[in-house]
């Protein structure tokens, strides 16, 4: 199944996602930031000079580095599956970012995957593990 969990939790990783989408269009690195568990990984296996980043506070600075290379970015995600069991899930989404390549000037469109790892810290859902893998570059 596509989807499971409770609704609510559900609900509340789809916002989670939508606020991650909302920080990166409005360049909010501290509500960037607040997404993601201090522990937390982020894995670009395919992006050079990136690899995997750990640890909140790298990944905010590495975060911060890479958006000053796309000052007109325009990100959209869309959510792929959830499936969730207690106070862990995992979540598939599917991003859109288009943009003015940093070496050439011209429009670029990027599609990817993310594929991630969620738990529930307190009364809110945070990202532990985010992994992306390019769709399609062109």
């Not at 559900?10 to 930031?33: F, P």
């Not at 600075?61 to 969730?84: C, E, N, Q, S």
């Amino acid at each position: 199944m596509a989807f499971s969990g409770s609704l609510e939790d559900r609900a509340a990783l789809h916002e989670l996602l939508s606020a991650y989408a909302d920080a990166v269009n409005q360049r909010d690195a501290e509500a960037w930031g607040a997404l993601w568990c201090e522990d937390a990984v982020w894995s670009l296996p395919e992006e050079s000079g990136f690899g995997t980043v750990k640890g909140r506070e790298q990944i905010v600075d590495a975060w911060k580095g890479a958006m000053g290379y796309f000052p007109d970015v325009v990100f959209l995600a869309t959510m792929g599956r959830i499936a969730i069991e207690g106070d862990r899930a995992t979540m598939r989404s599917y991003t859109s970012e288009t943009y003015h390549h940093p070496e050439t000037g011209l429009p670029h469109l990027d599609r990817g995957q993310y594929d991630d790892e969620l738990v529930r810290v307190g009364p809110a859902w945070k990202f532990r593990s985010r992994r992306f893998r390019h769709l399609y570059r062109g």
